[in-house]
């Protein structure tokens, strides 16, 4: 059966420090895979796209990789704050479908 | 308007009684999405229309999920008989290309509906 998984226990980490939230897929042959970013009480917002033939996507503070043969993509956050505390889904379109499918998120919290 | 709005935020139905949820997505945008997500899970796909025609109705769980989008601008999300297994939040997402998997477009969101059954 096809699944998207994600860490379902919370991330706590220290400020300052690197988080790294994975994402795993099974029986998905995705051209990309997306990062939103979701607050409480409101919808997700989109960070980061990474496609297929792409090994390492970055933007500011945050890093994404994407590797078909472990099929698992890796979001880290460098130098994290606590307004980096979020839910974290990772998002994926198989093949050509007109749909995202996407991940349970992770819960990452930053502590002073 | 600026990004995707949805009516109402909160919504609180007795069980059998009929809801109607709107989105408005941003202006222009020819694809819109339709999502259910429980708590503690992530979204999940209910429903596709690009302009006016619904291309993918796959993820609507029963026959009393019905939606449309007449003009192919505001679209509504319509639950006949609630129950309380369709407590979640609905999100409403635009994006203004028309093939998602041929694209690398991303989806905007809109806030969401609580929908609570009681």
């Known amino acids: 059966s096809q699944k998207i998984e994600q860490n379902s226990e919370a991330l706590n980490i220290q400020e300052g420090k690197t988080a790294t939230l994975t994402c795993n897929y099974t029986n998905y042959s995705p051209a990309y895979l997306q990062w939103y970013r979701q607050d409480p009480g409101r919808g997700p917002v989109f960070l980061l796209l990474?496609?297929?033939?792409?090994k390492e996507k970055r933007k500011e503070r945050l890093k994404v990789t994407f590797d078909t043969t472990l099929k698992q993509s890796l979001f880290h956050i460098t130098a994290s704050q606590p307004a980096d505390s979020a839910t974290y889904l990772c998002?994926?379109?198989?093949?050509?479908?007109?749909?995202?499918?996407f991940g349970t998120g992770t819960r990452l919290q930053v502590t002073l | 308007g600026a990004g995707v709005s949805q009516s109402p935020r909160y919504k609180v139905a007795k069980r059998g009684q009929d809801v109607a949820l709107r989105c408005d997505p941003i202006s222009g945008h020819v694809s819109l999405f339709w999502y259910q997500q429980a708590l503690g899970q992530g979204p999940e796909f209910l429903t596709y229309f690009q302009n006016e025609a619904q291309l993918d109705k796959s993820g609507l769980p029963s026959d009393r999920f019905f939606a449309e989008r007449p003009e192919g601008s505001v679209s509504t999300l319509k639950i006949q008989r609630t129950q309380q297994e369709d407590s979640a939040v609905y999100l409403c997402a635009s994006s203004s290309y028309e093939f998602l998997g041929l694209t690398t477009d991303t989806q905007y969101f809109g806030p969401g509906t609580r929908l609570t059954v009681l």
């Open positions: 990474i496609r297929e033939n792409e």
């Open positions: 998002a994926l379109v198989d093949g050509t479908a007109s749909k995202l499918t």
